[in-house]
């Protein structure tokens, strides 16, 4: 796998990439968040990014959203966003602070793909690269694009006042729902479920 | 040819943490002691940064620093050289560093044992692979 290692102590990312680059990965290394959306938006085919917690300038948490918006256009096209880990030496509940605690908590909320903890454990890292390299199930759903119908749908209605565009969005909202239930699912979604466009007055 | 880690001897009473360098780097010892060399400049380079930033007063600066050194000490011992790197990193972040510079010389002392202690190891290693 194409692994990208974020990390402001170089001590750790020579660790890092000696125990991955022994297993075969491909590994890349950076030293600052900002480094890492810049080797990203050069490369997106990395299929891990495993960052630091704590860093000088963006840290890790703030990477993985900043990771999330850029778009990730590939020669295969799209490409789903990278499985992030987080690595932190703050251990809630021997070391770690307020605001530390918050941001793993946020981390855990977001979806890291693993919270490593440091010294890292070689064998957990191997391990946790194991399970990252299984192909995820079902199709990542961009959350932005059922958002901004919802919001054509809701302008839309406002505009009108008018029943039709109240059961057009009323089937919208079950459409995007059935969606996400199949992005959940571990069966694939109903290709039913997945496209019909909203159609507002606007665009008629 | 090439003792495993578990087979070489530490000092008795020593600061290394042979455990945690297998859960680290795995019975490696090449790996090891490039991890070992690493450790040597890096860890004096940091030293020198906590060492400024607590005569500086710089609070953010000393925690940053001593969150780096602890990451790596860590690697290799529980000792006081990691405790004394946490001290000064909650000192930094709580901007209660005024006697950030007796402890910057503890930690020094600390580190040195342990960097003494590793190099006694990598030689080890080294003689062991010729």
Do not use: W
């Not at chain 2, 402890?103 to 960097?115: N, P």
């Amino acid at each position: 796998m194409k692994v990208l290692i974020v990390d402001d102590v170089s001590f750790t990312r020579l660790h890092l990439e000696r125990v991955l680059q022994a297993e075969s990965h491909t590994v890349v290394s950076v030293c600052s968040a900002a480094e890492a959306l810049s080797a990203y938006r050069e490369d997106p085919t990395f299929a891990v990014v495993i960052t630091d917690l704590v860093m000088r300038g963006m840290d890790g948490v703030e990477l993985f959203q900043q990771l999330q918006r850029m778009e990730r256009i590939t020669d295969e096209g799209l490409a789903d966003p990278p499985a992030v880990v987080l690595l932190t030496a703050m251990h809630p509940g021997v070391n770690a602070q307020a605001r530390d605690i918050e941001r793993i908590d946020l981390a855990r909320q977001l979806g890291f793909a693993e919270i490593l903890y440091k010294p890292v454990d070689r064998e957990l890292l191997i391990r946790t690269m194991k399970r990252l390299s299984v192909p995820r199930r079902g199709k990542i759903v961009l959350i932005d694009e059922p958002i901004r119908r919802m919001h054509e749908a809701v302008d839309a209605l406002l505009i009108s006042r008018d029943h039709e565009t109240v059961d057009r969005l009323r089937q919208a909202l079950v459409l995007e729902l059935a969606r996400l239930d199949a992005f959940n699912a571990t069966e694939p979604p109903k290709p039913d479920a997945r496209s019909a466009p909203l159609e507002t007055p606007a665009a008629k | 040819m090439c003792q495993t880690l578990a087979e070489l001897p530490l000092r008795p009473g020593g600061v290394i943490d042979r455990e945690q360098l297998l859960r680290t780097f795995g019975d490696d010892p090449p790996l090891i002691a490039e991890m070992i060399t690493m450790f040597q400049s890096s860890s004096v380079s940091l030293l020198a940064e906590i060492e400024a930033a607590a005569t500086a007063g710089d609070a953010a600066a000393l925690s940053r620093h001593a969150h780096s050194l602890k990451g790596t000490v860590s690697m290799y011992s529980r000792g006081p050289a990691r405790e004394l790197s946490l001290r000064l990193e909650l000192m930094g972040s709580a901007g209660m560093i005024e006697s950030a510079n007796e402890t910057v010389v503890e930690l020094r002392d600390a580190t040195g044992i342990l960097l003494e202690e590793l190099h006694d190891l990598l030689a080890m290693i080294e003689g062991a692979d010729r």
